[in-house]
């Protein structure tokens, strides 16, 4: 760290450190776990979780270590103007990797609904290869009905949504009611901050956090509904793959946009932010409207049409 506070005019570059080190560390020991556990529970192993949490703990604290640094810094007059400007873009570009992965699984649903069902239920240019593969097939979404052949179980029921009436008693429904309440939220305690009104802030941001732990909640509720006693589970053919793929990546991200929205509920009570030098609390708040638009997205893609 240096001496003195940031020239406005000099891009500042930090001491070197080890941080990307240990982050690539931590997230390598994380993803190849959680993969090994999946290939052995899928040979029916007993797969160990202890290589992924490992990771998980590795890459937590150092970026608990790291984020410290840079808000240290940011305390000490370091971030110029440019260094500000930095971390705006690099947090856009963040987002706009999020948009492009949720893209590859929306892309991948719209395909398997669109062509690859249709295709084995004898329609379109390769629908032949239907009346070989699967001549009893029905072309219906979702696909409720897989082949006898002892690879997929089909569920009994899918989550598709019951007739509007019946949507108080359905879990997405509320949900969806959540996430879009937290993003109202959210914006309350934003302005809160531009206001200079720490009670505001404080009190906002604990209701957004609390509407993200409630909507984990129903999420596990949810999941548990379904293989208990609907049957759609991760081996239901492409309806169940694609149901749990989409829906349970976007729970890691509202567990992570929860996580974030709590560091900075707790930076709120030791006292920062100020109106015009809160970004760590405003890159916070565009992850969440981004985790409520796809889930609105989700809402409507995988449970209603």
Partial sequence: MADSKADPSIYYIPDNGWYPVFIALGAMLMVTGFATWLNDTKNGLE???????????????VLFFWFAKVIEENFAGMANVQLKRSYVWGMSWFIFSEVMFFAAFFGALFYA?????????????????????????????????????GLFQGPHESMAAPAVSSWLSYLPFWNTAILLASSVTVHFAHTAIKNQ???????????????????????????????????????????????????????????????????????????????????????????????????????IFVYVL
Avoid at 114 to 131: R, S, Y
């Fill in 197 to 299: 009104n720490r009670g505001a802030l404080i009190g906002w941001l604990s209701f957004t956090v609390l509407l993200g732990v409630a909507f984990l909640v129903l999420q596990a509720e949810e999941y548990i509904h379904a293989y208990n006693e609907l049957g759609l589970t991760l081996n239901s053919g492409i309806y169940g793959s694609t149901f749990f793929l989409l829906t349970g990546f976007h729970g890691f991200h509202v567990t992570l946009g929860t996580f974030i929205l709590m560091v900075q509920l707790f930076r709120a009570f030791k006292g920062h932010f100020k109106p015009d030098d809160c970004f760590g609390f405003e890159a916070a708040s565009w992850y969440w409207h981004f985790v409520d638009v796809v889930w609105v997205c989700l809402f």
């Fill in 47 to 61: 797969g160990s979780w202890v290589q992924a949490l490992l990771g998980f703990a590795i890459f937590s604290v």
């Fill in 113 to 149: 609904r669109t062509f690859a069902v249709a295709w084995l239920g004898g329609e379109g240019d390769k629908g032949f290869t239907g009346e070989y593969l699967w001549p009893e097939f029905s072309s219906e979404w979702p696909v409720v009905q897989n082949p006898n052949n």
